[in-house]
């Protein structure tokens, strides 16, 4: 967690770490920032010190309301630095790296950079960056610094991942009632008026409600039939929403503006099920109490979810990650994946992965079979996280029924 | 625009560019990709040739939609180089950029770097991108490739754009309504029942407001009173919504999902109208129309604009970034910048900008005045472009009246 950044920067040598982003919301800038609405800027963290904010100074106020230091430019001289530099903005923002360790008096060594932001603009200004004296500037690969704190969340983190996943859970029974208010004609569901759903106006009703919990949409999937067969396919509105044929509905809301994410998917098959649905709706669900079962202690290798839940799926003779690698057909992905401020963080629960499960860990547990060419796909997903006592808990709170029954 | 990459690339001497983006939207590979739903992957644009996307396989179906060709990291081989590289993802990477540069048959050569994703990685990977036999990396600084085709907008993006406008448009007026659909009670704005109207209870009106136009908020600004005076201050969303005080409401929003940007401010008093603010209001409406008015034709350096709005604001005793760099009061930015798949984007209309203005453009124009110690802050926005004919003509489409009366 967030308070264990002090020793991770020790164990890497690093006397402190500059965070960037661009315009939009970071989501490693935003961690250190606390969510400080800022677009432009850096977050700088010495080794011992808290975070400081250097901005322009039309977001000072905004750096403020962080409750953490904030420098602006025009404090440490950009107006000269850019007379200076002819006018070159980026050797200027070197400049202004400079002067802001100098500031923080951050001792000469290395220091990490770490962050979302143009990556064309930052390999021309390495060469740059490494002339300042006394700075030696590195970047992270594999498991950064950043992934390993944020891996587990804090008792504050914690209450408002509690808070989108409530948003969430209504947002997920607002939509089953919705869908449920309607009818089949011809095997379409309709509206009382006789007029189609379309998945372009569920996805808006979607939308809808989630801002009613301050949620924002960063792409959900609503793909049906042959669709839900593809994992990403994020589905076409255009297109009514028929009964008998899966709808994979998976919702990945975040705080509306940047923050924490919740991850959930449920396949629902309005008006009435197939039989070969059921089976593999079936198999889908056993899949996912097979993964729930393989859950024994903190310090367990993530992997060793994945691997019960391949072997189930193997010894039922469908294709995985494992047994036929680049299949798309099957069980083609892996079982999850943690989740805060990005929607994919550490730890990883695929069968190559090295991490191992924690106290503090929000992670996501999602198996799924896909057949496209067959019409359908199927995934259930809950986010769930691993409490103080040990256990595997949901934060996901809605049934994981498949047949949505329409109205009479 | 897009056409121009080839020759852009030429005079770079660039043999193909890879734009890399990270799981969010990212402009660079939106441009690039025709705006497939992807979020992983690269787009490598071989000079002379249409871009291709290379992506996770769970993707592949959204990158064929969008009309290009598509590869996936399987049909490159990635679950045999992961095994050569023992597990490391980052070195399979390297690996897969070069069978991908091999694959579309990329000569030998400069191959440019673009896009926003996560610096710590790049920085790391350099080096062994730079071992690739044949190839040598680049970034780029100041003004890039993709911000020098982004500049002009062909037509099927003036499409696109114009439909943003639409949308924004009718936001504005349905915003306007709806605030004028409230009463005064003792100076504060107040629905029928006397509930008074907040900040947050307006900002979540304008968010479902654009989501019936496919639109998203990507951060609006509805700021009074002192908070109007720091020209990025979001506003309070507890704040109740006051009479006679200035309402400073920016509203830049995008494509739901990433795409096209509007902007567009408009500052309004609601109830009543102080004599002050009517005064200020009055001159940062001339400093508007003398921004139109220093518009003269295709190729006019972009700064001129700004510097006959820096000249008027000055003569009538203003501080400016030009008179006082550093200023936190009076006009504190630069006039405008132009839009497109990112909010800000060249050219920029700053005094000491080099960009010149161009048919095709899309640009803010956005005079302000500033004084938060005496409590308010006040600015007009409208989004614009260059015509074929040379005109610099409208996009917003809202009248900048600044009383909005409230029922009697």
């Known amino acids: ?38 677009t432009g800027g850096l977050v700088i963290k010495r080794r011992g010190a808290a975070p400081v904010l250097v901005v322009n100074p039309m977001e000072i106020e905004e750096a403020r309301d962080s409750g953490l230091q904030a420098i602006s430019w025009y404090d440490l001289g950009w107006a000269q630095l850019l007379e200076e530099n002819d006018g070159d903005r ?15 008096q951050v001792p000469p060594g290395r220091i990490g950079i770490y962050g979302t932001a143009a990556v064309h603009r930052f390999i021309e200004l390495l060469p740059e960056l490494g002339n300042l004296e006394g700075y030696d500037f590195c970047g992270e690969r594999g498991m950064t610094l950043l992934d390993e704190a944020a891996m587990t969340r804090d008792a504050a983190e914690m209450q408002r991942i509690r808070r989108v996943a409530a948003g969430t859970n209504a947002t997920l029974r607002a939509t089953w009632d919705f869908i ?32 009613d ?63 070969e ?10 899949a996912f109490q097979v993964a ?41 992905h892996s079982l999850g994946h ?15 992965s090295d991490d191992c499960l924690q106290v503090g860990n929000v992670i996501s547990i999602e198996p799924g079979l896909y057949y496209p060419e067959r019409g359908f796909g199927l995934r259930l997903e809950d986010t769930l996280t691993i409490d103080e006592s040990g256990a595997l808990v949901p934060l996901t709170d809605f049934h994981k029924r498949v047949l949505l029954p329409l109205q009479g």
Chains 1, 2 share one sequence.
């Not at 919702?251 to 099920?273: A, M, N």
């Not at 649905?277 to 056993?286: G, K, L, N, P, W």
Request: charged share 25%.
């Open 1 to 38: 967690m967030k308070s264990d950044l002090d020793p991770l920067m020790a164990a890497r040598e690093l006397q402190a770490i500059v965070v960037v982003g661009d315009e939009l919301y970071s989501a490693g800038r935003d961690y250190l920032s606390n969510g400080a609405r800022i």
């Open 90 to 104: 980026d050797s200027t923002q070197v400049g202004m790296w400079q002067r802001a360790l100098q500031r923080l």
């Open 180 to 211: 449920a208010s309607h009818r089949a004609v011809d095997d379409i569901v309709c509206d009382a008026q006789g007029d189609a759903l379309t998945i372009g106006a569920l996805r808006r009703f979607v939308r809808r409600t989630l801002l």
């Open 213 to 275: 919990y301050d949620l924002e949409d960063t792409g959900m999937i609503l793909a049906q039939g042959r669709d839900a067969g593809f994992p990403h396919s994020r589905g076409q509105d255009d297109q009514p929403l028929r009964c008998g044929q899966t709808l994979v509905f998976d919702l990945f809301p975040r705080e509306h503006g940047g923050g924490y994410h919740h991850d959930v998917t449920r396949t629902w098959c309005p008006g009435h099920l197939p039989d």
């Open 277 to 286: 649905i059921a089976d593999i709706y079936e198999t889908v669900s056993r």
């Open 292 to 332: 729930l079962d393989a859950w024994d202690e903190p310090g367990q290798p993530a992997r060793e979810l994945q691997e019960a839940v391949l072997d189930f799926f193997e010894g039922a003779g469908y294709p995985t990650p494992r047994s036929e690698p680049g299949s798309e057909v099957g069980y083609v």
């Open 338 to 352: 943690g989740l805060g401020m990005a929607i994919h963080e550490r730890p990883s629960l695929s069968h190559t």
